[in-house]
């Protein structure tokens, strides 16, 4: 019988009335569609807006995909030689260690595993959106305890958000460095915030670039509030293939561990992932290039008149534009075959999001935004 035959119900169920009153997801134009809006070759195209890496994997993440032969094959579900070697270079035990479909998956778990419909967590804008627009898919609350106009955490803002709200919030976001403005967590404040009765997150997908490294992933099997979230698409190349990772309590990983799906991780992930740790010194280099190019990047900010770069520990640079539209700069740059990121919303008024590129993607960029000066 054909479909059109089949009488139609007078009604059906409806999605969760939370979900049917979301906004929906601004789509991210994907990059062939605006390689040909923008009638240049995708190679033409200097993408500096979503703090992807410039280099791209390691060529043993290449050739190790080529050679892999077990693709028919599923994954190991306790992802064992990842976690190992995971371990490793974090310097955690394998136990406190769960790989993820990128740290947005994990974001997603931990939100479903501690939120109730109506919980509540505390989130510090300007920041990563994820972590907002996760809580709310699980039905929770989001307090917000915006940042001081210089970026940094409000600490008696969030001390009085945990103890003062009912419901207690049961988690905090935080993200070091901070995207977009590139800030880490003070360790003091740090320190200060664990005191407090909730659930710090500290997101990391940035630390590689920081100045000195200084990851908090090791104070997590010491510290019971504490979970930090990493990824490898930023210092490793490999967003496309989505691949995060979190260290966790065990009081904590113990429930990600059921909750989970069984191949969250797929193989070519997992197996970029492990030939990305053997290869640690071009790795390395590379983000050594990129701290220079940032350097760089933002001595030549600097001089733009228009221009006020702030100081950042990652592979990006948010730039306040005095004087003239934010949005008109990223259409400017655009037509030019430059993407940078733009923002006008609180806490982020006419500011653009520079990510850090190759020393010529530097040069065309600050070639453009010279002309620009009247
Ligand atoms: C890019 C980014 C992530 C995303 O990590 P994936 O592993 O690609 O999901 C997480 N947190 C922050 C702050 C980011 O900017």
Request: proline share 10%; hydrophobic share 40%; charged share 20%.
């Given at each position: 019988?054909?479909?059109?035959?089949?009488?139609?119900?007078?009604?059906?169920?409806?999605?969760?009335?939370?979900i049917a009153r979301m906004e929906p997801y601004e789509p991210v134009v994907p990059f062939e569609v605006l390689s040909?809006?923008?009638?240049?070759?995708?190679?033409?195209?200097?993408?500096?807006?979503?703090?992807?890496?410039?280099?791209?994997?390691?060529?043993?993440?290449?050739?190790?995909?080529?050679?892999?032969?077990?693709?028919?094959?599923?994954?190991?579900?306790?992802?064992?030689?990842?976690?190992?070697?995971?371990?490793?270079?974090?310097?955690?035990?394998?136990?406190?260690?769960?790989?993820?479909?990128?740290?947005?998956?994990?974001?997603?778990?931990?939100?479903?595993?501690?939120?109730?419909?109506g919980d509540r967590v505390v989130n510090c804008p300007p920041t990563f959106g994820m972590y907002a627009f996760d809580?709310?898919?699980?039905?929770?609350?989001?307090?917000?305890?915006?940042?001081?106009?210089?970026?940094?955490?409000?600490?008696?803002?969030?001390?009085?958000?945990?103890?003062?709200?009912?419901?207690?919030?049961?988690?905090?976001?935080?993200?070091?460095?901070?995207?977009?403005?590139?800030?880490?967590?003070?360790?003091?404040?740090?320190?200060?915030?664990?005191?407090?009765?909730?659930?710090?997150?500290?997101?990391?997908?940035?630390?590689?670039?920081?100045?000195?490294?200084?990851?908090?992933?090791?104070?997590?099997?010491?510290?019971?509030?504490?979970?930090?979230?990493?990824?490898?698409?930023?210092?490793?190349?490999?967003?496309?293939?989505?691949?995060?990772?979190?260290?966790?309590?065990?009081?904590?990983?113990?429930?990600?561990?059921?909750?989970?799906?069984?191949?969250?991780?797929?193989?070519?992930?997992?197996?970029?992932?492990?030939a990305s740790l053997a290869d640690l010194a071009l790795l390395q280099q590379r983000i050594e290039a990129i701290k220079?190019?940032?350097?760089?990047?933002?001595?030549?900010?600097?001089?733009?008149?228009?221009?006020?770069?702030?100081?950042?520990?990652?592979?990006?640079?948010?730039?306040?534009?005095?004087?003239?539209?934010?949005?008109?700069?990223?259409?400017?740059?655009?037509?030019?075959?430059?993407?940078?990121?733009?923002?006008?919303?609180?806490?982020?008024?006419?500011?653009?999001?520079?990510?850090?590129?190759?020393?010529?993607?530097?040069?065309?960029?600050?070639?453009?935004?010279?002309?620009?000066?009247?």
């Amino acid at each position: 019988m054909s479909p059109d035959r089949v009488p139609t119900p007078r009604s059906l169920p409806g999605v969760r009335p939370d979900i049917a009153r979301m906004e929906p997801y601004e789509p991210v134009v994907p990059f062939e569609v605006l390689s040909r809006q923008l009638g240049r070759a995708p190679h033409e195209i200097i993408k500096l807006n979503a703090n992807e890496n410039p280099y791209g994997p390691s060529p043993r993440v290449v050739e190790a995909l080529s050679r892999f032969p077990w693709y028919h094959i599923y994954p190991d579900p306790q992802q064992t030689e990842l976690r190992e070697a995971l371990a490793g270079y974090v310097g955690v035990p394998a136990d406190h260690i769960l790989p993820g479909h990128g740290a947005d998956e994990l974001l997603d778990l931990l939100c479903r595993i501690f939120l109730m419909p109506g919980d509540r967590v505390v989130n510090c804008p300007p920041t990563f959106g994820m972590y907002a627009f996760d809580a709310l898919l699980s039905g929770g609350q989001v307090v917000n305890v915006p940042r001081d106009d210089d970026f940094r955490l409000t600490v008696t803002g969030i001390e009085s958000a945990v103890l003062d709200s009912d419901p207690p919030p049961k988690l905090l976001f935080l993200t070091s460095p901070n995207n977009p403005d590139g800030s880490l967590v003070p360790r003091p404040v740090l320190r200060r915030l664990l005191q407090l009765p909730v659930i710090v997150v500290v997101d990391e997908a940035y630390i590689e670039f920081a100045e000195d490294t200084p990851t908090v992933a090791s104070w997590v099997p010491d510290t019971p509030n504490l979970i930090v979230l990493r990824t490898f698409s930023k210092w490793a190349g490999l967003a496309g293939l989505r691949l995060g990772y979190g260290i966790f309590p065990l009081h904590i990983i113990e429930h990600l561990w059921k909750f989970k799906q069984p191949y969250n991780v797929n193989v070519a992930a997992t197996v970029a992932g492990l030939a990305s740790l053997a290869d640690l010194a071009l790795l390395q280099q590379r983000i050594e290039a990129i701290k220079e190019e940032r350097r760089r990047l933002f001595a030549a900010l600097r001089d733009i008149p228009y221009l006020q770069p702030l100081p950042s520990q990652a592979n990006f640079i948010l730039c306040r534009v005095h004087g003239r539209s934010a949005l008109g700069l990223h259409r400017t740059l655009a037509e030019r075959g430059i993407l940078v990121r733009y923002y006008d919303k609180p806490g982020l008024r006419n500011t653009i999001r520079i990510s850090v590129g190759r020393p010529q993607d530097t040069d065309s960029l600050v070639t453009v935004l010279r002309e620009l000066v009247t």
